[in-house]
């Protein structure tokens, strides 16, 4: 079993669109949470970091932890063609322990 | 703020050939990573340092080595590059208790 599992995609959706990208780790261990966005030709590029379980918001975006079912998400409310991008989700078992990325979701906005 | 530099942005080798990666953070951070990505793989670590002075391996070390130079660089040597060693490399900081800032990469490639 992969440590960390995400459907590489593409996801393709309306602009405004509500957008939920998922990820499913094996290891209970986890504890810290991440999801990267990595435009084409760019750097991964920090978007929500969060700590155990619950939800997190910032603007548009809210990240969800359910360590019960080691499933994370990441919801895009109003989704905007500049939010097309391959979206990483990671994890670490502590802020200083080496990160799991998975695989990537890349995501189209369609106008 | 330029965050994590890397240089060169692109570079084409023949196979034998060595080059050197370079990587500079201006955020006064102390654990530095080299991360190669490759599609359908995610970001796979390559080697990190800790801290200045120390150098560990990571999941995929094999035909790499690496220099902590000061606090600021980081750099990737490939002595003798393969083909399997195309690839898009990238270079992180961060500070401790907080997640990895990445640069925009480096696109190698091996003839």
């Known amino acids: 079993q992969k440590e960390v599992e995400q459907d590489p995609g593409p996801l393709s959706v309306p602009e405004g669109a509500i957008v939920s990208l998922n990820c499913t780790y094996s290891?209970?261990?986890?504890?810290?949470f991440m999801w990267y966005r990595q435009y084409s030709r760019k750097g991964p590029e920090l978007l929500m970091y969060?700590?155990?379980?619950g939800n997190k918001e910032d603007g548009r975006f809210t990240a969800q932890v359910d360590k019960a079912s080691k499933y994370i998400s990441l919801f895009i409310r109003d989704s905007q063609p500049s939010d097309s991008a391959t979206y990483l989700c990671?994890?670490?078992?502590?802020?200083?322990?080496?990160?799991?990325f998975g695989k990537g979701t890349r995501l189209h906005i369609l106008p | 703020n330029a965050g994590v530099t890397q240089t060169p942005k692109f570079q084409v080798l023949k196979t034998g050939q060595s080059m050197t990666l370079q990587c500079a953070q201006d955020?006064?951070?102390?654990?530095m990573y080299w991360y190669r990505q490759d599609p359908g793989m995610g970001l796979r670590l390559i080697y990190y340092?800790?801290?200045?002075?120390?150098?560990d391996k990571g999941e995929v070390p094999n035909g790499y080595n690496v220099s902590r130079l000061n606090k600021r660089e980081f750099s990737l040597r490939l002595e003798s590059a393969a083909p399997s060693q195309t690839s898009v490399y990238f270079c992180?900081?961060?500070?401790?208790?907080?997640?990895?800032?990445f640069g925009d990469g480096t696109r190698l490639s091996i003839l």
């Open positions: 992180a900081s961060k500070q401790i208790n907080q997640p990895q800032h």
């Open positions: 340092s800790a801290s200045e002075g120390t150098t």
């Open positions: 969060t700590y155990s379980s």
């Open positions: 990671a994890m670490t078992l502590n802020r200083d322990d080496k990160i799991i």
């Open positions: 955020m006064n951070h102390n654990s």
């Open positions: 290891n209970s261990a986890f504890q810290y």
